[in-house]
């Protein structure tokens, strides 16, 4: 089965950066779009941005476009989200989902995701 193992949460000062790691293993990795999620308290899980399983294509929500950049290392099996300019409305668990050839336009929907890791904490202070 697939496993995704989600790092680089923390807190940081609004204005400041973060870099979010996704390990996944167990399956071919270059099968899978990856998505990234976010889930503040009170509010229902957001998408945030998307990859193609080839790496061509990428989707963002409005609210980050500009801000994050998502990339993924075939050979490192790995997803990033490269997080910058950070906004106290950022502040949520985001979490890295993989889903078998999810077609770009589809990236934003949940259930379109098979897999799912932990999350992991992102804190942006005012």
């Known amino acids: 089965q697939v496993q995704l193992i989600e790092s680089g949460g923390g807190l940081v000062q609004a204005g400041g950066s973060l870099r979010l790691s996704c390990a996944f293993s167990?399956?071919?990795?270059?099968?899978?779009?990856m998505g990234w999620f976010r889930q503040a308290p009170g509010k229902e899980r957001e998408f945030v941005s998307g990859?193609?399983?080839?790496?061509?294509?990428?989707l963002y929500a409005d609210s980050v476009k500009g801000r994050f950049t998502i990339s993924r290392d075939n050979a490192k099996t790995t997803v990033y989200l490269q997080m910058n300019s950070l906004k106290p409305e950022d502040t949520a668990v985001y979490y890295c989902?993989?889903?078998?050839?999810?077609?770009?336009?589809?990236?934003?929907?949940?259930?379109?995701?098979?897999?799912w890791g932990q999350g992991t904490q992102v804190t942006v202070s005012s």
């Open positions: 990859i193609s399983y080839g790496g061509g294509s990428t």
């Open positions: 167990g399956r071919t990795f270059s099968n899978y779009a």
């Open positions: 989902a993989a889903g078998v050839k999810v077609p770009t336009a589809f990236m934003k929907i949940l259930r379109q995701y098979e897999y």
